[in-house]
C-alpha cells in the first residue's frame, strides 16, 4: 500500500524560510507526478507546486519565485523549499502522488495518494 508522509512543517516569522519533505513507499509510478497541496482553514485545497518524472515543474501564481520543488528519486523523497513566506501561506500542506503523466498536475483531482499533511504557520 503507499505511503506518503510529510514532515518539516512549522512554525516562522514572515520573510522566513521552511523546508518540507514527503517520503514515500511503495510508490513505483515512474512515469507520472509528485505535487504539493495546500489547505487554509474555511478554503478549499489548492495546488501549490507539482513535478513530474520528466523533471517538468508547475507553480501556482502565488508561490512562483518563492517556492522550489524537488525530488530524489534514489531516496523516493519529495521536497518543497518554501523562502519568503508570507502570512498567506499559512495552511496544512500534503503531498500527492499520481499514477500517470499528468498534462495539468496542480489539479486536486488528478492525485491518487495523499498524505496526512503538515502545518506551516507563518506569522507578521
Known amino acids: 500500500q503507499v505511503q506518503l508522509v510529510e514532515s518539516g512543517g512549522g512554525s516562522v516569522q514572515a520573510g522566513g524560510s521552511l523546508g518540507l519533505s514527503c517520503a514515500a513507499s511503495?510508490?513505483?509510478?515512474?512515469?507520472?507526478?509528485l505535487g504539493w497541496f495546500r489547505q487554509a482553514p474555511g478554503k478549499e485545497r489548492e495546488g501549490v507546486a507539482a513535478?513530474?518524472?520528466?523533471?517538468?515543474?508547475n507553480y501556482a501564481d502565488s508561490v512562483k519565485g518563492r517556492f522550489t520543488i524537488s525530488k530524489d528519486d534514489a531516496k523516493n523523497t519529495l521536497y518543497l523549499q518554501m523562502n519568503s513566506l508570507k502570512p498567506e501561506d499559512t495552511a496544512m500542506y500534503y503531498c500527492?502522488?499520481?499514477?500517470?503523466?499528468?498534462?495539468?498536475?496542480?489539479?486536486?483531482?488528478?492525485?491518487?495518494?495523499w498524505g496526512q499533511g503538515t502545518q506551516v504557520t507563518v506569522s507578521s
Open positions: 500527492a502522488g499520481g499514477v500517470e503523466y499528468l498534462l495539468f498536475p496542480l489539479g486536486v483531482y488528478e492525485y491518487n495518494y
Open positions: 511503495k510508490y513505483t509510478y515512474n512515469h507520472a507526478c
Open positions: 513535478i513530474c518524472s520528466d523533471g517538468r515543474t
